[in-house]
Nanobody, 117 residues
Framework: QVQLVESGGGLVQAGGSLRLSCAASVNIFRFNHMGWYRQAPGKLRELVAGIRTGGTVGITNYADSVKGRFTISRDIAKKTVYLQMNSLKPEDTAVYYC????????WGQGTQVTVSS
């Protein structure tokens, strides 16, 4: 059974940094893609960053709003995907979810990120 467990959220001032972790219960090579999504109150869930987890090259993609500030990475040995978030803004405040996809979609429980102005 696939489980994704996020950690690393919290409260930070604008301009600060956080690193989110998503630990999988299985080898992440089995997934085609893993990503970080976020959902703010009253808004739709949106893709923040994604990474190919199969293969030797971890191709990444980012939402325009986070390009240059957020970096997604993977550690195959630790079965973990990270989201390094720098230069945080109040509009980054949301619940952040980890998602993995092979023939199905899997989601973590979410971790709250709050950026104060």
């Amino acid at each position: 059974q696939v489980q994704l467990v996020e950690s690393g959220g919290g409260l930070v001032q604008a301009g600060g940094s956080l690193r989110l972790s998503c630990a999988a219960s299985v080898n992440i090579f089995r997934f085609n893609h893993m990503g970080w999504y976020r959902q703010a109150p009253g808004k739709l869930r949106e893709l923040v960053a994604g990474i190919r987890t199969g293969g030797t090259v971890g191709i990444t993609n980012y939402a325009d709003s986070v390009k240059g500030r957020f970096t997604i990475s993977r550690d195959i040995a630790k079965k973990t995907v990270y989201l390094q978030m720098n230069s945080l803004k109040p509009e980054d405040t949301a619940v952040y979810y980890c998602q993995a996809r092979d023939y199905e979609e899997y989601w973590g429980q979410g971790t709250q990120v709050t950026v104060s102005s």
